[in-house]
């Protein structure tokens, strides 16, 4: 995942450009970077964050960089903002994508003798393929929508150009931009949270498809009006959405307290207290909560000062070590006692196998684990939610596979909540993380709490549906 932030303001941009991309580093691990404009002098600073924080590494290049338009980003895979020098002019792009047709489209830019110069994360970075086909258009709008028409999976991109910016949505929606405004100056961004404390006020999102431009004199300019299908990330709201950001209008927190709220109703088991796996699990828990009728208690804590999302090894062996010595049960809580445990979902169920066996080790009598959407059978086509995630590698795959006799097939009845395939398949998870009972959402449960109606939000890696490449 990625998330991007851009300023155009009257003033010189640097601060709240700066603050405004640190605001995103929940939605990447890896690498970050800024770039402005002063006139026609380009300024660019590129950082690896894995081991660090982004403030501490940009903070000595502040001074630097000069200029009243500016953006940032903050990636869990390539190296940007790109700075490129076409007949369009000098312009630098920052993207949330991924590009599932990479390697054709490589060979397509080499064939017109286009070339790649950034080939740190040892393949084509993404951002520079992108801006290489907007450079084959005959303006920025003609080359954003080569994109659109080329690319199979998805890109979201701001264009940083000496008198403003451009900024493209996917032509579905997949992934957000919002526009917030304090006076004259305007901030564009992935969350909506990045920009409040600067001054900023939401004026408007930007839709699927839709093209605007920002200047400094000019304000929003439409260039491509917005597309009318629409197919937003719903994991966006589950987990990766900061909580008090808002998509579509639609506020984080409150989609995940609206989904414990379901799940809490329906339910039928009594326990003594319900508790978040934190963090993503603490909108949920809060939901149930109300919707059972139960208190909230925190039986498991989470230790931030050491152990942020943002400074995370890339062994994955260090990342489950990272992610258990983050968390630490209460035996005071938990001793003697029957808990709900809500979280956001269940990838390997590795990690979460071992938290179950840590609460049953400090005495909890009986744990019930409550997931927020439903189960993982597909791997993320759109997004870089699952980059690093083979569908092999869900547990829900695995268990599929072992139950249809070492194949992976029938998986439509795995969809569907109402099926005895889906039955099964939950029970062998259930018997995997070792709860005594275990209990998903439904697509239905994400639509209500959403509010959006289905064919508005992409639930691919549920139940494989989407429309576009």
């Known amino acids: 995942m990625s998330g991007f932030f851009g300023v155009v303001s009257e003033r010189p941009c640097i601060t709240d450009l700066f603050y405004g991309t640190d605001y995103h580093s929940h939605l990447g691990t890896k690498r970050a970077g800024m770039a402005t404009f002063d006139g026609a002098q380009a300024h660019q600073n590129i950082h690896n964050i894995q081991n660090s924080h982004f403030r501490p590494k940009f903070s000595k290049d502040l001074d630097e960089m000069k200029g009243n338009v500016g953006i940032g980003v903050i990636s869990d895979t390539e190296a940007q903002p790109v700075m490129v020098n076409s007949h369009l002019g000098r312009f630098a792009i920052a993207t949330v994508s991924k590009i599932n047709n990479i390697n054709e489209l490589e060979q397509e830019c080499l064939e017109r003798h286009q070339q790649f110069t950034d080939l740190s994360i040892g393949r084509t970075n993404p951002t520079e393929l992108v801006a290489l086909l907007i450079s084959q258009g005959k303006d920025f709008v003609d080359g954003i929508e080569n994109v659109y028409n080329k690319v199979k999976g998805s890109c979201t991109m701001l264009i940083l150009t000496p008198d403003g910016i451009i900024a493209a949505r996917d032509r579905y929606g997949r992934t957000p931009i ?29 839709g699927p498809g839709e093209i605007v431009k920002i200047t400094i004199d000019g304000g929003i300019k439409t260039l491509r ?75 498991l804590l989470k230790y931030t000062p050491t152990w942020s999302r943002s400074f995370m090894p890339v062994s994955q062996t260090d990342r489950f070590l990272v992610a258990k010595m983050k968390l630490i049960p209460s035996r005071a809580m938990l001793e003697g006692k029957e808990v709900v445990f809500c979280d956001d979902s269940i990838v390997r169920g590795t990690q979460l196998r071992d938290n179950v066996k840590m609460l049953y080790d400090y005495g909890a009598r009986k744990v019930h684990v409550r997931i927020s959407c439903p189960p993982l059978v597909h791997g993320c086509t759109f997004l870089n939610f699952s980059e690093s995630k083979t569908d092999r590698e869900l547990i829900t795959r695995r268990v599929i596979e072992e139950l249809e006799g070492g194949t992976v097939r029938n998986l439509e ?57």
């Open 178 to 206: 919002v526009i917030g405004r304090r006076g004259n100056d305007y901030a564009l961004a992935s969350e909506s949270h990045s920009y409040v404390n600067l001054g900023f006020e939401t004026c408007r999102f930007v």
């Open 413 to 469: 009845a795995y969809h569907n909540a109402s099926t005895p395939e889906y039955a099964k398949m939950v029970e062998v998870i259930r018997r995997h993380i070792g709860v005594d009972t275990l209990k998903f959402n439904t697509i239905d449960d994400i639509c209500e709490a959403i509010g959006l109606p289905k064919e508005r939000i992409c639930t691919h890696c549920f139940d494989a549906s989407s429309y576009g490449d």
């Open 225 to 299: 009006s917005a597309e009318d299908k629409l197919q937003i990330c719903s994991f966006l709201w589950i987990y990766y959405g900061y909580p008090c950001t808002e998509y579509e209008g639609i506020n984080a927190e409150e989609v995940r307290y609206n989904l414990g709220r379901i799940m809490g109703e329906r339910d039928d088991v009594e326990p003594d207290f319900v508790s978040p796996i934190p963090d993503s699990g603490i909108g949920m828990a809060l939901g149930y909560s109300n919707g059972r009728k139960i208190p909230y208690k925190r039986g």
